[in-house]
T-cell receptor, first 113, second 109 residues
C-alpha cells in the first residue's frame, strides 16, 4: 500500500518560469492538503481540496498560485512566474473522509534561481 | 486565527529524557499531534492525543495535555541519537492542521 507520492522531489526553476508540483494521495483517500515550509520554519497551510472541489484556499497567495484535484489523476499545485521567495519545500498530505489523521508525502523542494 | 508556539531548540545527552513543549490558542481542537521530521524528509506522525485525554503513553513516548493551560508536551524516554530531528506539534483547526514552528532536538553522545 503505497503512501502519499509527490514528484518531482527536487525542482529548479528560473525566475519567471512556471512550477508544477504533483501529489498522488494514498489509495482510498479523497482529501488532499498542500503545505509550504520555508527554510527554518514550520509548515503553513495553503489549500484543502476534495475531488474536483477546492474546500479551503485561505492559505494560498492571491496571485500566481493555483491548485486542482481532478476526478482522475494527481493533485497539482501550480505556481506561475516564480520568484525567489517561492523557494521552499512543498508538502502534500491526504486523508479519508472523517479521518483526523493526515499522511504526508516526502515533499517537493523548489529552488528558484 | 489559531497560533501554535514551540521552543525552537533542545539539546539532551544520549540516554536522558527529552521534553518538548507546545502551547496553542484554539481550545476547540479535537486532536493534538506530534510529528517528526528528519533532515530532507517529510513529516512522520509520531503520536496524537484526543482532546478529552490528559495523557497517552506509547513505548518511549508520553504525551501530556493540559487543556486549562492549553499546553501539550512530548516526553521521549532514553533518548537516542536516532531521535535527532525536528518535532512539530499540530492541532486540527476545523479540517485543517495548524503547525508550530518545530523544535530541533539534538542528541549529544
Amino acid at each position: 500500500n503505497a503512501g502519499v507520492m509527490q514528484n518531482p522531489r527536487h525542482l529548479v526553476r528560473r525566475r519567471g518560469q512556471e512550477a508544477r508540483l504533483r501529489c498522488s494521495p494514498m489509495k482510498g483517500h479523497s482529501h488532499v492538503y498542500w503545505y509550504r515550509q520555508l527554510p527554518e520554519e514550520g509548515l503553513k497551510f495553503m489549500v484543502y481540496l476534495q475531488k474536483e472541489n477546492i474546500i479551503d484556499e485561505s492559505g494560498m497567495p492571491k496571485e500566481r498560485f493555483s491548485a486542482e484535484f481532478p476526478k482522475e489523476g494527481p493533485s497539482i499545485l501550480r505556481i506561475q512566474q516564480v520568484v525567489r521567495g517561492d523557494s521552499a519545500a512543498y508538502f502534500c498530505a491526504s486523508s479519508s473522509p472523517g479521518d483526523y489523521e493526515q499522511y504526508f508525502g516526502p515533499g517537493t523542494r523548489l529552488t528558484v534561481t | 486565527g489559531e497560533d501554535v508556539e514551540q521552543s525552537l531548540f533542545l539539546s539532551v545527552r544520549e540516554g536522558d529524557s527529552s521534553v518538548i513543549n507546545c502551547t496553542y490558542t484554539d481550545s476547540s481542537s479535537t486532536y493534538l499531534y506530534w510529528y517528526k521530521q528528519e533532515p530532507g524528509a517529510g513529516l512522520q506522525l509520531l503520536t496524537y492525543i484526543f482532546s478529552n485525554m490528559d495523557m497517552k503513553q506509547d513505548q518511549r513516548l508520553t504525551v501530556l495535555l493540559n487543556k486549562k493551560d492549553k499546553h501539550l508536551s512530548l516526553r521521549i524516554a532514553d533518548t537516542q541519537t536516532g531521535d535527532s530531528a525536528i518535532y512539530f506539534c499540530a492541532n486540527n483547526y476545523g479540517q485543517n492542521f495548524v503547525f508550530g514552528p518545530g523544535t530541533r532536538l539534538s542528541v549529544l553522545p
